[in-house]
């Protein structure tokens, strides 16, 4: 019976990157087929009402895990504070992993809300966890990224 994941849109070819494009991923296609996983599509920025494009954002200070506990801070290229924005983003994928009945998510390193692994602050790679990883996490979701397959 094929299991439900939630998957970054960028890595499914859909262009939801502030950019405009997307990060179409074929290992990442070929994983959902050979381990018989139906992807849904999430992309927290979009579901938070950002537009894309949209200005790039990075961390300031902290990760994910300490934006959601108001000690970091994630921010636009003009300075402008968006933790609001993107704890909403990572609010409404909760929402739609729940509605689907997905227990993992197969998420793009890097990104501020969908990193895994490492995350961009000041500047820097760094490592970290996207604000929408650390609440699904928060909440018992298993989170990988494509560097994992
Ligand atoms: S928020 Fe996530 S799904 Fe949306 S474009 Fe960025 S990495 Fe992709």
Do not use: W
Request: charged share 20%; glycine share 10%; net charge positive.
């Amino acid at each position: 019976m094929p299991q439900p994941i939630l998957v970054s849109a960028c890595l499914l070819g859909l262009s939801t990157r502030y950019d405009g494009q997307s990060k179409l991923n074929e290992k990442v296609l070929n994983y959902l087929r050979n381990h018989n996983l139906v992807p849904v599509p999430v992309c927290p920025e979009q579901l938070a009402g950002l537009p894309t494009p949209r200005p790039k954002t990075f961390f300031a200070t902290g990760s994910g895990p300490e934006v959601l506990d108001d000690r970091g801070r994630v921010i636009r290229e003009d300075q402008t504070v968006m933790n609001e924005v993107f704890i909403r983003g990572a609010k409404e994928t909760l929402k739609v992993a729940h509605l689907a009945g997905c227990d993992r998510a197969l998420f793009k390193d890097g990104s501020p809300s969908c990193g895994v692994h490492r995350i961009c602050r000041a500047g820097s790679k760094v490592a970290g966890q996207g604000i929408t990883t650390a609440l699904l996490l928060r909440n018992g979701l298993q989170v990988f990224s494509e560097e994992n397959l």
